[in-house]
């Protein structure tokens, strides 16, 4: 079955540059949802997107940034990054009344 | 905020069934019960999800009592892949609503 696809799985930047993740969702899922997740942390929710539109936000910072095109794949897109940002980025998609599916992840590596 | 506790950590021996208990007294009736799991660093797994009544497939079963003030999450025969951080989350099952992670429990399972 088709999953949650990431891209890339892995990046490296420098203190201060900019980031772009990519979520393309499971075919026909409407909804996406950004998750951000420290060494050692839970998941935190950075924001999400139904339809197009953003739905809901959670702890994401003003650096950050997304969007839901037209085809439903979204971006994550980071400025001004600092050693804090280093984590793993999750995206997810679900469709009306189902549970949201992960995918594997951005590793993200600021240095 | 995470609306539930779990216990922080639980072993189980191979073969043998695990409970995973939450506590979510504060539930809405709008809003279902979801367990999802974490294996080291890869993305959140759906396992299974209700609203009252109890729920089975093929991975695991959901108790919910009756006043829906917690739950319970049971791996039949646990395996030694079943090891891994179990989160037991409530959302109300809306469109572009996140999950919202809190401190799960981690489950060792040892042969």
């Known amino acids: 079955a088709a999953g949650v696809i990431q891209s890339p799985r892995h990046l490296i930047k420098e203190k201060r540059e900019t980031a772009t993740l990519k979520c393309y969702p499971i075919?026909?899922?409407?909804?996406v949802y950004w998750y951000q997740q420290g060494p050692g942390q839970d998941p935190q929710f950075l924001i999400s997107f139904y339809e197009k539109m953003q739905s809901d936000k959670g702890s994401i910072p003003d650096r950050f940034s997304a969007q839901q095109f037209s085809d439903y794949h979204s971006e994550l897109n980071m400025s001004s990054l600092e050693l804090g940002d280093s984590a793993l980025y999750f995206c997810a998609s679900t469709m009306p009344g189902g549970p949201p599916v992960f995918g594997s992840g951005t590793q993200l590596s600021v240095l | 905020d995470a609306k539930t506790t779990q216990p922080p950590s639980m072993d189980c021996a191979e073969g043998r069934a695990a409970n995973l208990p939450c506590n979510h007294s504060?539930?809405?009736?709008?809003?279902?019960v979801y367990w999802y799991r974490q294996i080291h660093s890869q993305g959140p797994q759906y396992i299974i999800h209700?609203?009252?009544n109890n729920e089975t497939n093929e991975m695991a079963s959901l108790i919910i009592t009756e006043d829906r003030k917690s739950s319970t999450l049971i791996l039949p025969h646990a395996t030694l892949r079943d090891t891994a951080v179990y989160y037991c989350?409530?959302?109300?099952?809306?469109?572009?609503?996140?999950?919202?992670f809190g401190k799960g429990t981690t489950l060792s399972v040892s042969s």
């Open positions: 989350i409530v959302r109300p099952n809306q469109a572009g609503t996140a999950l919202i």
């Open positions: 209700g609203l009252k």
């Open positions: 504060t539930i809405s009736g709008n809003e279902y």
């Open positions: 075919p026909r899922h409407d909804t």
